[in-house]
């Protein structure tokens, strides 16, 4: 048994089965940089579980009864930084132009839903930000293009026959269980405006508690990108600062998932760092300003 306070020796070949065995679970690839971070939080863990050696840890965590230690340290290894409307720029991209144009061509084919995924999703910011603009921009479409009906009283965020449901998924519990209650700081709250606060959520408190309304947009899922099946059928897909941890061969094959998971001409955005430049030729860039996006190929059958 380990005793509290000092360091386990973490042997070349232990560290090299137990980066394996992250990679191979999760996608996440720990290079010369990050290697620290990666023996830091195994030192945690191994303290945690009150084992004596790197090796058998990696026995523990290969095992059947291992899964919820494999899960706590995954959980371990992300980085879960995010903001409400991180990346300005693209957001504007997204809002004032794609889902504009979107709404119009799916209104002209008679489909009125709309269905986005927020893939690493963290702690939920992402997923509520996409569902603040996409209510303000299907209110906004229903204005110019009014149905002629009576809107139900009260007004519901998203008026009929519009239906947006928004995936936020991660393949870390507690982010989700974050996501899910909905509630932030005044710290997290900062770079979300007057107008946005007011409309969509209830102060209780010192902390901003996510409104019914805005809520029910937004399904929370533990989804882990490394595995083959993945959602399906989505317009768009948010998956910002993830593909950053991966290595070029994971960011190739999960760019090919999903291209998979993306109905035609559906969007995928990635973070201000990443680039599907070299990595696809499925994807076309679209931009304005500093904002890009990639719109998936209509592929000639
Ligand atoms: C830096 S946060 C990005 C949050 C948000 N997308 C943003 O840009 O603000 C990265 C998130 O990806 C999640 N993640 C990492 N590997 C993943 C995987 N294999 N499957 C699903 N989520 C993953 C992490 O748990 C973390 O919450």
């Known amino acids: 048994m380990a005793s509290p306070g000092v360091q386990m020796p973490l042997t070349e070949p232990e560290l090299k089965l137990l980066q394996t065995l992250v990679y191979q679970e999760c996608g996440m690839h720990f290079d010369s940089r990050r290697t620290h971070f990666l023996q830091d939080r195994l030192q945690r863990r191994l303290k945690e579980c009150h084992l004596d050696s790197f090796y058998s840890y990696y026995r523990l965590l290969i095992s059947h009864e291992g899964k919820e230690e494999l899960t706590k340290l995954l959980e ?50 992402e997923a509520y930000t996409m569902a603040m603009l996409v209510a303000d921009a299907v ?123 993306l109905n035609p001409s559906g969007y995928l955005f990635v973070g201000h760092a990443e680039s599907l430049l070299g990595l696809t030729d499925k994807f076309n860039m679209v931009y304005r300003d500093t904002g890009t996006a990639y719109q998936k190929l209509e592929v000639a059958l």
């Open 76 to 125: 371990n290894l992300t980085v879960n930084e995010t903001s409400f409307f991180r990346n300005k720029a693209q957001l504007d991209l997204f809002h004032k132009h794609i889902l504009d144009q979107m709404l119009r061509s799916k209104q002209e084919r008679h489909d009125f839903s709309l269905r986005l995924w927020s893939a690493g999703c963290s702690t939920g910011q």
């Open 139 to 261: 209110s906004y479409h229903c204005l110019r293009n009014p149905s002629g009906k009576e809107p139900p009283v009260p007004k519901p965020l998203i008026p009929p026959p519009w239906k947006v449901e928004i995936l936020a998924s991660d393949i870390s519990y507690s982010v989700l269980r974050a996501g899910q209650e909905g509630t932030y700081s005044e710290h997290q709250m900062s770079s979300v405006d007057y107008s946005y606060r007011l409309r969509h959520f209830d102060k209780v408190g010192d902390r901003y508690a996510v409104k019914k309304s805005l809520k029910e947009m937004v399904h929370f899922d533990f989804h882990n990108l490394k595995t083959e099946y993945l959602p399906q059928r989505y317009d768009v897909i948010f998956c910002r600062n993830v593909m950053m941890y991966f290595d070029e061969a994971e960011q190739r094959r999960l760019i090919e998932k999903f291209c998979r998971c």
